[in-house]
């Protein structure tokens, strides 16, 4: 049995008389492909107006986050939405959230070298490392409870045992 009569087969009979035509299963299947693989406008419209909206979740890294936008740039491209590179750039600013990030969104905003979202992609990946740095450092100048030194004049002398009132009951 042959993969065209298997999948003649499997169809109505109303596309079976359509899909006959074709003489092998490779052009049979390239023809049911053209015919239905197409996107339809009500998809389209949805994945369009679900990547305009795309917020920073904030379970996700910065990482994670333009991940997903390009997974959706591409899914777009697929499906013959071409965006330009500007839009590109400005949906993923929009994206990002105003409180902890809307100096960066201004200056990558009104930077005309960022065009392309592989820039502003390489951008905040960058700034993600200096806030990590940042924050690095700051621990490091925080001093935690429990971890004082007394004082160099209250020490105790481990070898003779005399301490600071010891010492002084010995003049």
Not at 140 to 169: E, I
Request: include cysteine; charged fraction near 25%.
């Amino acid at each position: 049995m042959s993969a065209r009569f298997t999948m003649l087969s499997c169809m109505h009979d109303n596309l079976i008389r359509e899909y006959e035509k074709y003489p092998t299963a490779k052009e049979l299947w390239e023809g049911s492909k053209v015919a239905y693989s197409s996107t339809s406008a009500t998809r389209l419209r949805a994945l369009t107006l679900r990547f305009n909206q795309y917020v920073l979740d904030p379970k996700h890294s910065m990482i994670q986050h333009l991940n997903v936008m390009k997974d959706m740039i591409l899914e777009l491209q697929n499906s013959g939405c071409d965006l330009s590179d500007e839009q590109q750039v400005l949906v993923v600013l929009r994206s990002l959230p105003e409180q902890t990030w809307g100096y960066v969104k201004l200056v990558l905003t009104h930077n005309e070298q960022i065009k392309k979202f592989d820039s502003v992609t390489s951008h905040l990946k960058l700034e993600v490392k200096r806030r990590e740095s940042e924050r690095a450092q700051q621990d490091a100048f925080v001093a935690h409870a429990g971890q004082r030194m007394p004082p160099k004049d209250k020490c105790w002398n481990k070898s003779t045992g005399a301490g600071p009132s010891h010492s002084q009951s010995q003049k």
